[in-house]
C-alpha cells in the first residue's frame, strides 16, 4: 500500500484544516487506517483510528471533540477534519495502514507526512 498525505499548512488556532490520506494499491479498503503526528522534539503520538468499515473510531483525549476521522473507500482516501485548532497541534502528521486487531494494530505502511503549523 502506497499512502500520499496531504492537507496540511498553516491555520490560525481556532480555525480548521482538513488533512487527506490517498491509498493505492494493497487492501486499504479492509485495513484499519491511523493519523499519527509528531511535534518537533517529541515522540510519535496516535491521533485518530478508523475502522475497515469506518462504523468505528478512536480519538486521542488530546484531540477528542475538535477532530473527525472519515473514510471513503470508494475513494480510497481517509480524512481528518481538524477544527478548534491550537498552537499544540502544530505537528508533522502521518497516515498509516494497520493490520491486526482494533485494540493494538501493527501499522506497516505509512505515507510521507504532511506538516500543520498553527499560528496563536
Known amino acids: 500500500v502506497q499512502l500520499q498525505a496531504f492537507g496540511g499548512g498553516l491555520g490560525q488556532a481556532g480555525g480548521s484544516l482538513r488533512l487527506s490520506c490517498a491509498a493505492s494499491?494493497?487492501?486499504?479498503?479492509?485495513?484499519?487506517t491511523g493519523w499519527f503526528r509528531q511535534a518537533p522534539g517529541k515522540a510519535r503520538e496516535s491521533v485518530a483510528r478508523?475502522?475497515?468499515?469506518?462504523?468505528?473510531?478512536y480519538y486521542a483525549d488530546s484531540v477528542k471533540g475538535r477532530f473527525t476521522i472519515s473514510r471513503d473507500n470508494a475513494k480510497n482516501t481517509v480524512y481528518l477534519q481538524m477544527n478548534s485548532l491550537k498552537p499544540e497541534d502544530t505537528a508533522v502528521y502521518y497516515c498509516?495502514?494497520?493490520?491486526?486487531?482494533?485494540?493494538?494494530?501493527?501499522?506497516?505502511?505509512w505515507g510521507q507526512g504532511t506538516p500543520v503549523t498553527v499560528s496563536s
Open positions: 494499491g494493497g487492501t486499504f479498503s479492509s485495513s484499519i
Open positions: 498509516a495502514v494497520g493490520v491486526g486487531t482494533w485494540v493494538n494494530p501493527q501499522y506497516h505502511y
Open positions: 478508523i475502522s475497515a468499515s469506518g462504523t468505528t473510531t
